[in-house]
């Protein structure tokens, strides 16, 4: 018996109703006319609705057969808008809203021209890692920037400081070496064998075998609900009791109609990062 079959007839039992009457499928499909016709949203409350119109004496495959017409005519302009960026709110105005002369302005190039060697402000080095002439101190380069003095250069002291500067501080959000991504929380935390839901991140990880990982989206591919548990080798939705395989999230249990779409995770230091 599935989660889908165990909870109906739990719930049948408890509110006092024969199992047999609970038309699970045509319920389902319902949802999911609704769901992709009109908004997520409005495929529970019309299960509702319908429910209430059932006792009252309508036939439910009439009621249900109605509301999927109704829902596949429903006009898509009546449909919920898309989720629009708003302003940051910084305080800055937005490029479009700034003066045409504002918008058109730009810095103007510098026009000092670089020294060249045997000029006043430049001294050459020499040394078997000196490739050019270099400007004394004060002296500016054709960008506009400033050189220091090569007095206190050497050759150990140019190769540490190219050292240092190609290994450079790690950016927000790196972890080790060229790896920048959302750190998940402990790899230890996924059982063998099971996995763990991410909620806020919409990431279920899995660990089939011991140290394979595998990540999947959270999201149920039938009406988007977020998966609640990893149990027996499956993925297991609460809505409509779609599961999926923890080791490559395909479809154990519909109505889901195709597998989980994998996500790109990796194990530094002991912590599972969502790249």
Request: glycine residues 12%; positive net charge.
């Amino acid at each position: 018996m599935s989660t889908l079959e165990q909870w109906t007839a739990t719930v049948c039992a408890d509110l006092g109703l024969d199992p047999a009457a609970a038309d699970t499928m045509t319920v389902l499909d319902l949802a999911r006319d609704v769901a992709h016709g009109v908004a997520r949203p409005a495929a529970p409350l019309t299960a509702y609705l319908v429910g209430v119109a059932v006792g009252r004496g309508l036939a439910l495959p009439d009621a249900a057969g109605r509301i999927s017409a109704l829902a596949a005519s429903w006009p898509r302009e009546t449909q919920e808008p898309q989720e629009t960026r708003e302003p940051a709110e910084s305080g800055a105005p937005d490029k479009d809203q700034l003066p045409e002369r504002w918008r058109s302005r730009r810095c103007p190039r510098s026009r000092r021209r670089p020294l060249q060697v045997g000029q006043p402000g430049y001294r050459t080095l020499t040394g078997p890692n000196t490739q050019a002439a270099m400007p004394s101190s004060g002296a500016m380069s054709g960008s506009g920037g400033m050189h220091s003095s090569p007095r206190s250069a050497t050759p150990g002291s140019a190769r540490r400081g190219a050292s240092r500067s190609a290994k450079g501080k790690p950016k927000k959000g790196a972890m080790g070496a060229n790896v920048t991504g959302t750190v998940l929380g402990a790899a230890a935390e996924i059982p063998v064998g099971g996995g763990k839901i991410y909620t806020t991140a919409k990431v279920v990880v899995t660990q089939p075998a011991r140290g394979q990982y595998e990540a999947f989206s959270a999201v149920c591919t039938h009406v988007g609900c977020i998966m609640s548990a990893v149990a027996n080798g499956t993925i297991d939705c609460p809505c409509h009791g779609s599961q999926f395989k923890i080791t490559n999230g395909a479809v154990v249990t519909g109505p889901a109609p195709s597998p989980l779409p994998r996500k790109q995770i990796k194990i530094v230091n002991g912590k599972v990062i969502l790249l």
